[in-house]
């Protein structure tokens, strides 16, 4: 079969061909139908080989729906034909945090050698990937493949941030969300659809901003040295009750730190490497910051059950496996708009 694999540290993603994978006791095996592309790729991409954790070569793609074609030994609660999406952050399943479905917080994945697919464990940009356990899979309902792929991470990740912080977003509030990429545009219309909040989209690039207006933001400005003002002039001096950074670099967490309000929120999610340092005179009153990763098996069922009431839609490029190097490129100079999502069976 066809994968797209990072085979050596520093090297571009390369279409290669492998035997098809057969799944072991416990495990399941998909036809996978889409597979979705995210930034965080990049981050796995750029590590240090010191610091990777796992063997080279992976098969890419965290993001990832298909059919079950088969299923390993002792597998009863799922069945060849069903259409499912993968929930991605692997755990232990027996952990506390795995007991409460959130496995993304797993406390013992990096002791066993558990990782999420993509990130360590083959993923998904393949014909055919193994899930290791059922437990991972969640029905996808009649949902469009394409639609929903970017749900299990670009959906599932801002959806997580975004519910901590909905006992703030109250009418008259405002929620400001920093990179309308991939996840920042599914940001937007959750935010429209959990909240009264007024949202303020900042990008950098004009073409993202067009989409955020599009997705519902009710303002969308440019991200640069005069976005704070902006900000605090739009909120009569206020600041933002919550703010979603979905690039996490320097700039734009010291941005976040500065357009929050007093008793807000700042959610780290980019993975930028920037931090924000939180005291008495540093932040606001009793801001509170985080840095969330990912999100629970409940929250994929949720976001995926928002996509069935039709409130929220993702836009994709498609793109064939032979592509991906192409849909990357993209990726990495900023011209995507929304996810880039690959159909492995085309
Ligand atoms: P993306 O490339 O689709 O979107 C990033 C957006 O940020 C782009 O629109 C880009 O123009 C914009 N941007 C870049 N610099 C900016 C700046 N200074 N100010 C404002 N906007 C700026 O990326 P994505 O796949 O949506 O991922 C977003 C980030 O979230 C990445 O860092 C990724 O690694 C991270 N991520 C984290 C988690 C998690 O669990 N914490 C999960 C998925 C992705
Ligand atoms: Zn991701
Ligand atoms: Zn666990």
New binding site residues.
């Given amino acids: 079969m066809k994968a797209v694999q990072y085979r050596a540290v520093g090297a571009a993603p390369e279409v290669v061909r492998i035997p098809v994978p057969a799944p072991g006791p416990g495990q399941v095996l998909l036809r996978v139908t889409a597979a979705g ?7 796995v991409m750029s590590r240090p080989a010191e610091q990777l954790g796992f063997p080279l070569p992976l098969t890419l793609g965290h993001e990832g729906v298909g059919t079950v074609t088969e299923v390993g030994d002792g597998v009863t609660d799922v069945a060849v034909g069903d259409a499912v999406a993968v929930y991605g952050p692997w755990g232990c399943g027996t952990c506390v945090k795995c007991a409460e479905g959130k496995e ?1 917080y797993c406390l013992r994945a990096r002791e066993l050698g558990i990782f999420p697919p993509g990130l360590g464990a083959p993923g998904a940009m393949a014909e055919y990937m193994i899930v290791d356990s059922p437990r991972h899979i969640v029905p996808l309902g009649g949902l469009d493949p394409v639609q929903a792929v970017p749900l299990t ?2 959906g599932l ?1 801002p959806y ?2 975004i519910k901590r912080s909905l006992p703030k977003l109250v009418p008259g509030s405002t929620a400001v969300v ?8 599914v940001a937007i219309q959750l935010l429209r659809e959990l909240s009264p909040a007024w949202v303020i989209a ?4 004009e073409e ?1 901003l067009a989409l955020a207006r599009e997705v519902g933001a009710h303002e969308a400005i440019l ?2 040295a005069e ?1 704070v003002g902006m900000v605090r002039e739009l909120t009569g001096g206020r600041g933002a009750e919550a703010v979603f950074d ?4 320097a ?2 967490v010291a ?1 976040a730190g500065s357009c929050v309000a007093v008793e807000g929120d700042v959610a ?5 490497g920037g931090s924000l340092a939180v005291g008495f005179g540093t932040t606001p009153y009793e801001v509170s910051v985080t ?5 629970s098996r409940s929250e994929l069922m949720e976001v995926l059950d928002l996509a069935r009431a039709d409130v929220i839609s993702v836009h994709v490029e498609t793109y064939g496996i032979d592509d991906t190097p192409t849909a990357y490129q993209r ?2 100079d ?1 011209t ?1 708009r ?2 880039a999502v690959i159909l492995p069976q085309e």
């Fill in positions: 592309l995210c930034h965080s790729d990049f981050a993304n991470d670009a990740t997580h941030a920093i990179g309308t990429g991939g996840l920042g545009h900042l990008d950098v690039n993202k991200s640069d976005s979905f690039v996490g670099a700039p734009t941005m780290i999610v980019g993975i930028g840095a969330p990763y990912w999100g990726l990495h900023g995507v929304g996810r």
